[in-house]
């Protein structure tokens, strides 16, 4: 690790403990070694920095929208943890290749099948592009849910720390795909419903929003 990246990772470290009490117990749960896609539940900027403080020393690497870099800040921050660049409004095989290498040198990429924040904490529709990384790669998902996040600006305002509970699931293996790493849509669909549902199974029931009813 570079003097920067400790610098920086100190300092990040010390402001989630200013900001935030975090929760989580079963983070043990993941494995010391070998690839591994994280699904994690999208709610605000605080995740980011949470799950990778959370994993290290594991080499984690998160898929971030391409706007990221259009801060200054954010960019050097991005680029400080080997962040996967992704544009959301196509299929960015580029970004695809660049987390399949990753994986295949034994790092934990993380991905957030929602696509987007839904900053009050409910959980939105899944997308398949976690899925079918899994399928051509032979990783597992481990879905990764947090909660309470979503109050840290009110929080702040009141000069109190959120309480940010994180909880771990169980691996999920998906099959391998056909030749060019692709699963049958109803089968894909199927393997998006399990990571989904996993993840809401391990939300309080506020939190579970459009699936809520088949939890």
Do not use: C
């Not at 259009?70 to 991005?78: F, Y």
């Not at 990384?133 to 996040?149: E, S, Y």
Request: hydrophobic share 45%; net charge positive; charged share 25%.
């Amino acid at each position: 690790m570079s003097v920067r990246l400790a610098v920086v990772n100190a300092t990040i470290r010390l402001l989630l403990k200013l900001i935030a009490r975090v929760r989580a117990p079963g983070i043990a749960r993941v494995p010391d070694r070998g690839p591994l896609i994280i699904a994690v539940n999208h709610i605000n900027f605080l995740e980011t920095p949470l799950i990778y403080i959370l994993l290290r020393p594991r080499r984690t690497i998160g898929v971030a929208k391409v706007e990221t870099w259009d801060s200054p800040l954010l960019r050097v921050l991005a680029n400080l943890w080997e962040a996967i660049p992704i544009r959301r409004s196509v299929v960015d095989t580029a970004a695809f290749r660049r987390a399949a290498a990753a994986l295949a040198e034994g790092a934990i990429v993380v991905m957030a099948p929602e696509g987007t924040r839904s900053r009050d904490g409910q959980l939105r529709p899944g997308r398949p592009g976690i899925v079918t990384l899994a399928a051509r790669t032979g990783a597992p998902i481990l879905p990764i849910v947090h909660f309470g996040g979503e109050a840290v600006w009110t929080s702040l305002r009141r000069l109190r720390r959120t309480i940010v509970t994180v909880r771990t699931g169980r691996p999920i293996s998906v099959p391998a795909g056909d030749d060019h790493g692709r699963l049958p849509k109803r089968e894909r669909d199927r393997y998006l419903d399990r990571v989904m549902l996993a993840m809401a199974a391990m939300l309080p029931e506020r939190y579970r929003g459009v699936y809520r009813d088949r939890v």
